[in-house]
Each structure stands twice: as structure tokens, then as C-alpha cells.
């Protein structure tokens, strides 16, 4: 254990009631200011088993700061009008994160206020001492939907084939076809929840922890954090490899029920005694560096304290207070602000028959509406006389400022067990609305032997847009200037037979497309 020295002779602040009660004002405009984000964190720590532990980063964030309380009180406190421009910057990203509907702008806002609050009160060597465990936050929020999915891919593709190298360790035959395992009796198929990020995401947590508690040089800091990715990899594709060689020697069943989530809790374990055996390796290269250091008290309990004078409210806090109180009500206008809606046509109008093709239209289950939360949709088969068919599903919202708003297909795709197997962005210059050409994005998606290929594309107040990023960008111009938030998403879905069918698919999607996409304008206005 490394010695500590005791600290002497500190001045302890009191501060006056008025200080307190202005900080307590401040904290609740805090939490009307950015309850929206804050929401979203519970719901997403509390359905998505990858950030589950977001609920116990901001305690451990708190017990981070409460433990330096006794070496704080020794250090000078010097607001900063720093504090100020850093808290105007976070409620600056907080509007453009409320409307635009981007959570994830919201939740980093509220820790750039967080420090802003922290350097207008105290100043900058107070808040260069509790930066760390406020850095720490940025690990309990989670990625956005559509990112998840895109890096659940990858790892899941990764997670296979190094899965599969485990498997043929052992000498057992076995096939890859995309992400599912095919053990000629028995094929797996690698899922979302197999993708490794229920692993990665805490294991960075507490590799960003052990590095921070770690009394070592920083550049072995460094090496641990950034390792929590191979470790997760590794072990995770060893872990489908190991579920492998248990089906094919007993049976299916291993690959379901308790003793594979069981299986989970084991290889998770087993990443945290790797990367502190990691860390004691390290420790012994160049300066030594336990890893007993870890838990070192880094301040010993103060003496001879000295109480000094009531404080009153510093400038800087006090002006970054009220820029967050006048962001509370500026959020609560803008939330509580009629949106200009568009006069349009119901879907229950739109029509069922476009030449040679015949539609019927279908229902959506209640609860899953309740999810989704739009205002109209359209959900047709339309089919033709040689038996092709598509699927055409519209989803309307006159109002995308609190969240409500389309969800990706990029996103919803592996929820439904699908994997995606191509993506591209491409142009039909068939359906041109206007003077605009159709952007949209060509899909190809698997489950086992199925393949369907789609195509979508928001259509968003006149704008046909493929990419996700650009279409957010357009609906947060467009509720600042125009005070419109409606647009849609527009998904056309077909079913493929065989590989070489995709060329038939592509040519009976485009024709459809071609067709109804200028009906649309009636339905999704301009």
C-alpha cells in the first residue's frame, strides 16, 4: 500500500443558506431542463441488458467525489467565468438534442453542464479533481439505436467466424453462411444478444475504473481501457465456440435456458480476471505499479481544520444558474409548443390498385402501435398476376420533437431475427418527386434460408433522404425556421427465392416505387 501524507491546516468554506437554496433552485431547473434525456437513460438501462449497469455509474461516480471530499476542502476555489461558456455550450446542444428528438445530444449536454456548474462555482483545480469520476458518466449512456445495430453487426460477424475457428479446433465439421453456424445436425444462429456488447459495454466501464483507481505510468492506463475491446471479442467468440462443441456432443439444449445465460456470467467473469491479470503484468514493467494500488485511500482524513466566513454566491454560478433555469422554461415552451401540422390525407384513402398491382391492407397489433407512437400508417401487400409480391409499410408523424419518430429499419431488422446482409445507398432515377431525385437504401436481409430484399428512405416535409444523420439534421432546421417536426418513413419489402433472384426483386421493387411514390405527396406533405 503506497503511503499518504496528512494534509494540514485547511481552510473549510461554510456557506450561507442563500447558497444552498439558489444550488438546490438550479438542480431542479437541472432536471426539468433535461428530463426528457434523463428518461430515456432509465428506459434503455432498464430494457437493453448491454447498459444495465448505467444504473450504478453515476453512484459510483458520486462515491469517486465523496471520497476526495477531505482533500477538495483544502483546495482554493476560484470560479471561473469559463463555467459560463461551457454551460451555454451544453443547453446550446440540449436545444439542438430536444428538437431533434437525439437523445444522446441531450445526455452529453447534461454532462458538459455538469462541469460547466462545477468550474462556474469552484474553478478549475476543483474541477480538474473531480473530472475523472464526471468523465465516468459518459459510460452510462447509451450509443444511439442505430449505431448499436450497426456495431452489433460487426462484432457479430467477427464473433462467428472466430467462433467457428474454436469449433474447428476440435475437429467437428462445420459451415459459416453469414452468422449462422451450421453444424450439419444442428445450426446456430449468432443473434443480436450474441454479438459481445452485453460484455463490452461493462467491461469498459470497469476497465475506465481500474484505470482511473490504478496508481501506474498512463500510458499503461492506456493499454488496459483500450484492451477491454480484444478481451470482449475474444472471449465472446470463444464462448460460441464453446457453445458449438457442447451442441454437437450434447444436444441442443446447451445452446438455450439458464446454462447459456449461465455461460454468459462465467466468460464475463473470466474477461475481469484477465484484464487485472493484464494489469499485474503490466505492473511490473518499468516503475512498479501493484495492483494493490488500487485501493489506496488517495486522501487521509484532514486535521486542524479551520472555519472561515459565510460564502456567498459566486458571479459566474449565479449567471450559469439562471442560463439553466431560462433553458427549463425555453424547454418547456418548446415542448408544449403546437407544431405547424400540415393538412394531408388518411392512409385509410390511399390507393389499393396501381395497374397490374392489387393491395390489401393490413392491420398493425395495438400493442406494438403503442410502441411506436406515430399518427397514421400505411401497411398494404400489394401482389401481382405472376405472383410477385410487396410489402409497403408508411409510417406518419405529424410531431417528431419528443421522441416520437421513425423507427430505423436498420434498427428493427435484427430485432425481428433478421441479419443484414448487404446495405447500400443507391438512386431511382424512375421516381422523381418534383425536380428530386429518390435516395434511398437497398437492404438485403437473411434469416436461415430466407431472404427478402428492402428498400426505404424518409420522406421528410419535401425531402426524399437516405441517410439517417442528414435526415436529423434537416428536422432540427426545419422545427427552428419553419416549426414543422412531421415527416415519414417509407419501407418497400419483397421476398427473395434464390441468390440469383435478387435482380427479379430489385426490378419489381422499383416499379412499384415508381408508381406510388408520387401518390405519396397527398399523404406526407410538402
Not at 398491382?357 to 393490413?362: C, K, S
Not at 425481428?416 to 435516395?439: C, K, Y
Not at 426545419?478 to 418497400?492: E, I, S
Amino acid at each position: 500500500m503506497a503511503s499518504s501524507s496528512v494534509l494540514k491546516g485547511p481552510t473549510i468554506r461554510r456557506m450561507r443558506p442563500s447558497v444552498w437554496v439558489f444550488i438546490a433552485v438550479t438542480s431542479i431547473g437541472l432536471g426539468f431542463a433535461f428530463a426528457g434525456g434523463l428518461l430515456n437513460l432509465f428506459e434503455r438501462w432498464s430494457k437493453q441488458e448491454e447498459y444495465s449497469h448505467g444504473f450504478i455509474i453515476p453512484l459510483v461516480a458520486l462515491y469517486f467525489i465523496w471520497q476526495k471530499r477531505s482533500y477538495l476542502e483544502t483546495l482554493p476555489v476560484s470560479p471561473s467565468p469559463w463555467g459560463i461558456v461551457a454551460v451555454a455550450i451544453g443547453l446550446t446542444i440540449l436545444l439542438l438534442g430536444e428538437l431533434t428528438a437525439i437523445f444522446i445530444l441531450t445526455q452529453y449536454a447534461f454532462v458538459i453542464v455538469l462541469f460547466g456548474l462545477v468550474l462556474a462555482f469552484a474553478g478549475s483545480r476543483i474541477t480538474r479533481a473531480v473530472a475523472v469520476p464526471l468523465l465516468l458518466l459518459l459510460f452510462a449512456i447509451p450509443l444511439p439505436y442505430f449505431i448499436d445495430s450497426d456495431l452489433s453487426g460487426e462484432l457479430q460477424l467477427i464473433s462467428s467466424q472466430f467462433g467457428v475457428g474454436v469449433i474447428r479446433l476440435f475437429n467437428i465439421p462445420v459451415y459459416l453462411e453469414g452468422n449462422v453456424i451450421d453444424l450439419g445436425t444442428y445450426q446456430l444462429l449468432v443473434t443480436e444478444a450474441c454479438s459481445g456488447l452485453r460484455y463490452l459495454y461493462p467491461l469498459m466501464s470497469f476497465g475506465f475504473i481500474c484505470a482511473y483507481l490504478w496508481k501506474a505510468d498512463f500510458w499503461k492506463k492506456v493499454i488496459v481501457f483500450v484492451s477491454t475491446v480484444p478481451i470482449t471479442v475474444v472471449l465472446n467468440s470463444f464462448r460460441i465456440g464453446a457453445i458449438g462443441f457442447l451442441v454437437e456432443n450434447f444436444g441442443i439444449a446447451q445452446a438455450e435456458g439458464f446454462l447459456h445465460d449461465f455461460e454468459g456470467w462465467i466468460i464475463f467473469m473470466t474477461c475481469v480476471v484477465i484484464l487485472l491479470c493484464e494489469m499485474a503484468v503490466l505492473g511490473r514493467i518499468g516503475t512498479l505499479s501493484p495492483v494493490s494500488t488500487m485501493f489506496d485511500k488517495p486522501f487521509t482524513s484532514i486535521t486542524d481544520n479551520t472555519l472561515v466566513g459565510d460564502k456567498s454566491i459566486p458571479r459566474p454560478f449565479l449567471i450559469s444558474g439562471a442560463l439553466v433555469l431560462g433553458a427549463a422554461v425555453a424547454i418547456g415552451v418548446i415542448s408544449e409548443r403546437a407544431d405547424a401540422v400540415p393538412e394531408r390525407r388518411s392512409f385509410a384513402s390511399f390507393p389499393l390498385v396501381m395497374d397490374e398491382w392489387r393491395g390489401r391492407a393490413e392491420q398493425i397489433p395495438e400493442n406494438v402501435l403503442n410502441k411506436l407512437q406515430l399518427t397514421d400508417y400505411l401497411l398494404v401487400d400489394f401482389t401481382r398476376a405472376d405472383g410477385g409480391l410487396v410489402n409497403l409499410y408508411v409510417a406518419y408523424y405529424e410531431n417528431q420533437r419528443k421522441g416520437q419518430s421513425p423507427h430505423s429499419p436498420r434498427v428493427c431488422i435484427p430485432g425481428g431475427g433478421w441479419q443484414i446482409a448487404s446495405f447500400e445507398r443507391t438512386l431511382l432515377d424512375a421516381g422523381i418527386v418534383g425536380t428530386q431525385p429518390l435516395h434511398f437504401n437497398r437492404v438485403v436481409i437473411r434469416r436461415g434460408e430466407e431472404r427478402q430484399l428492402v428498400y426505404y428512405w424518409f420522406q421528410q416535409r419535401g425531402r426524399l433522404i437516405a441517410n439517417e444523420y442528414l435526415a436529423k439534421w434537416y428536422l432540427f432546421r426545419d422545427a427552428a425556421f419553419r416549426n414543422r417536426t412531421d415527416g415519414a418513413l417509407v419501407r418497400l419489402t419483397t421476398p427473395v427465392a434464390k441468390e440469383h433472384d435478387l435482380a427479379v426483386a430489385d426490378a419489381r421493387l422499383r416499379k412499384l416505387a415508381s408508381k406510388f411514390v408520387h401518390a405519396l405527396d397527398a399523404y406526407v406533405p410538402s
